[in-house]
């Protein structure tokens, strides 16, 4: 079992509906596991649930709420190197997403930062052994012109247990 921090973008019913049958077609690994999010600390063991939602709550410091604009597409080699992922990513709200992330890589949870692969603010919508399909995808959503416009206005301190996304404290954002 580990935790994880993620946010679960506020959006329309119709936009949400769109993202869950693209993931549903396109990312049998996570589509039953968790909703639609933004991972900002992914799995760790290094903090139990209780001294991570502290470290996220003293953390904080500065972030209200924020909109995000999820309208263009990334695909992007799993660190495994035996999948690929097909990512949402926002323009607007890139780097709030990003600033908050690192806020939270610091003190306790620095040492769980990966420097090896890059973090990119994203929303993920497929998972594919076959990179192809991920770019046909990703091509066939960029000609459709989405745009899916939102807000980050809660953290979840969630509790994996490599099956399922659990959560078990919401944190507002000031």
């Keep these: 079992m580990s935790f994880v921090v993620i946010a679960y973008p506020k959006i329309d019913r119709k936009d949400y509906d ?4 693209i993931r549903k077609e396109n ?3 996570m589509f039953d596991v968790v909703r639609p999010h933004i991972t900002f600390i992914f799995p760790t063991n290094k903090l139990d649930a209780a001294s991570l939602t502290s470290h996220v709550e003293d953390h904080l410091t500065g972030f209200r709420s924020f909109a995000v604009i999820f309208d263009a597409t990334k ?4 660190d495994s190197k035996t999948f690929t992922h097909l990512f ?7 780097d709030n997403i ?3 992330h690192d806020q939270l890589y610091v003190d306790g949870m620095a040492s769980e930062l990966r420097l090896d692969i890059p973090f990119v603010p994203h929303l993920g919508i497929g998972t594919n052994p076959d990179e192809g399909a991920m770019e046909e995808l990703a091509k066939s959503i960029a000609q459709g012109g989405k745009s899916i416009a939102g807000t980050i206005d809660e953290l979840v301190v969630a509790e994996y247990d490599g099956k399922k996304v659990t ?3 919401t944190i507002n954002l000031a």
Excluded: T, Y
């Design 88 to 94: 949402l990513v926002p323009s607007v709200g890139f």
């Design 167 to 169: 959560d078990l404290k």
């Design 18 to 21: 769109w993202i869950q049958g």
């Design 98 to 100: 990003n600033k908050l």
């Design 27 to 29: 990312d049998p690994m």
């Design 75 to 78: 695909v992007v080699e799993d």
